[in-house]
């Protein structure tokens, strides 16, 4: 057995769907109609006689993904028949790769740096949506629906180097920046869903596994209660043996399924009816070519190029859209005022209307051509931010729209030091009030002046003017 010295230990096997048109061994659709059992034909259902054939563009994202994650990749791709009865797999059996991973001996980065080791990435099959009509431990019957079955997966085995439910759920999200900056993967569409090894140092590492997490929240909500739930044995001595569990993530605990098998349980052997494909360093070669910028060479360059801030970086580089964004418009804008309204502005916007930036029609001209007038005070922060909240509802010609709402920011000083005189006239009690050393009553002093502008003045300039009159 391993050597830990950690008070918890996590692995996980994670399962993501490659976003491809068709099926890993089949030209059945991988998305399309949602009635049962229509997506399917006689080699995804396993009839007698129906042969495999291998989709081309599932190896070369799994590829892709195996040089993200910096694996070794084995020169030849083998699968084979992972046998067992259930009926999720209407042959009896999945086929999946055993022996020889597509890749292995791999790394991923977590976002304080440390490096999480990658066991194994190998492809396979997607098994049948099962539907328990009352949930899983109270149903009389389960429904099964083929249309999944046969979509292509990538499965990633870590290490069990993970040592937080929070570890977790971080390494989860780097793999899905991973995932999206390659395009292989459908952030909406997509199934990505998890199984998480877990033991405590008081059970001397007993390993139990929870099934078929779905979604970074629940697993980080199933690891907490998993690592309570043996604390709370091993306190009162009970043993905690090697169980498999499953997550109810509406009631938040995990319940037990069966005692864990072993890989020797599912009488692996290689599928004779696919052959073996050899993986040629010319082929390595033109999808090295095509591998893009990642978002850990992004947050280098954001840094080392543009002078941001590490974690103004690393906000921007972990969604693809938004980074590529910030490229184009730090090219024609100071690159650090770019990443404060792009991180943070233009974020709360899109949270606030629920949106992502791949469904917002605002794109890099809008931003560029709202921030040179901010950049150039044309128009105040202020102004720009609600500019900003109604581009993000609708696009419009900024500039255009500045000139007939009459938004110019008011730099005239003759102009502001008349708003600013009508201001103190007006208000004789918080000017006293500031000259007995109660140093908020100026900023009542500047909000009746923003006020008198409409917000088109900048608070720094009226300051100035203000103290320098009284």
């Known amino acids: 057995m391993k050597h830990f010295t950690t008070d918890i230990v996590i692995g996980l096997e994670i399962h993501a769907e490659l976003d491809t048109k068709t099926k890993l061994f089949c030209s059945c659709p991988t998305h ?61 059996y999945q086929i999946s790769q055993y022996e020889i991973p597509l890749g292995k001996n791999g790394s991923l980065k977590l976002r304080e740096g440390k490096k999480v080791g990658i066991t194994r990435v190998h492809m396979e099959e997607d098994p049948a949506s099962l539907i328990h009509p009352a949930g899983m431990k109270e149903s009389a019957y389960v429904l099964v629906d083929y249309n999944r079955s046969g979509n292509p997966l990538v499965e ?46 008081e059970s001397n590492y007993a390993r139990v596994e929870i099934k078929n997490i779905t979604g970074f929240k629940e ?4 690891l907490v209660y998993e690592v309570n739930r043996q604390k709370e044995e091993a306190k009162h001595h009970k043993k905690i043996e090697q169980e498999t569990r499953a997550w109810d993530s509406e009631n938040g605990v995990t319940f037990s399924l069966r005692k864990k098998e072993t890989e020797e349980d599912y009488g692996y052997i290689i599928d004779t009816d696919l052959t073996i494909v050899d993986i040629e360093e010319k082929w390595l070669k033109e999808i090295k070519k095509e591998m893009p910028e990642l978002a850990q060479d ?32 730090a090219e024609e804008i100071n690159p650090v005022l770019a990443a404060k309204w792009l991180r943070r502005e233009l974020v709360r916007v899109l949270n606030y209307n629920k949106k992502e930036l791949h469904e917002a029609e605002i794109d890099e001209k809008h931003m560029i051509d709202l921030l040179k007038l901010v950049e150039n005070k044309k128009i ?4 720009a931010a609600k500019i900003l909240e109604k581009l993000v509802e609708k696009p419009f010609d ?48 500047v909000g009746a002046v923003m006020k008198k502008t409409k917000g088109k003045a900048t608070p720094k300039e009226v300051n100035e003017i203000i103290l320098r009159m009284i």
């Open 219 to 222: 697993i980080e909500r199933a």
């Open 380 to 383: 105040t922060d202020n102004v």
């Open 32 to 92: 399309g109609s949602e009635e049962p059992n229509t997506r399917t034909c006689e080699v995804c259902l396993g009839m007698p006689g129906s042969k495999p054939v291998l989709n081309k563009k599932a190896v070369e994202f799994a590829l892709k993904l195996c040089l993200a994650l910096n694996c070794e990749i084995s020169p030849e791709l083998i699968f084979s028949r992972k046998s067992y009865f259930y009926p999720d797999m209407a042959k009896n």
């Open 156 to 201: 990633i085995v870590t290490e069990p180097e993970l040592e937080s439910p929070e570890e977790a759920r971080d390494f989860m999200k780097q793999l899905i920046t991973v995932l999206n900056y390659l395009e292989i993967f459908d952030i909406n569409e997509g199934i990505i869903k998890a199984d998480a090894n877990v033991s405590i140092k």
């Open 298 to 329: 992004k947050v280098r360059k954001f840094v080392e190029k543009h002078k941001l801030k590490k974690e103004d970086a690393e906000i921007l580089a972990a969604e693809k859209e938004l980074a590529e964004m910030f490229e184009k418009v």
């Open 398 to 445: 900024v500039k255009e729209y500045v000139k007939k709402e009459k938004l110019e920011a008011v730099s005239d000083i003759e102009e502001l030091e008349k708003y600013c005189r009508e201001a103190i006239g007006e208000n004789p009690k918080a000017i006293e009030d500031y000259r007995k050393g109660e140093a908020k009553a100026l900023n009542f002093i």
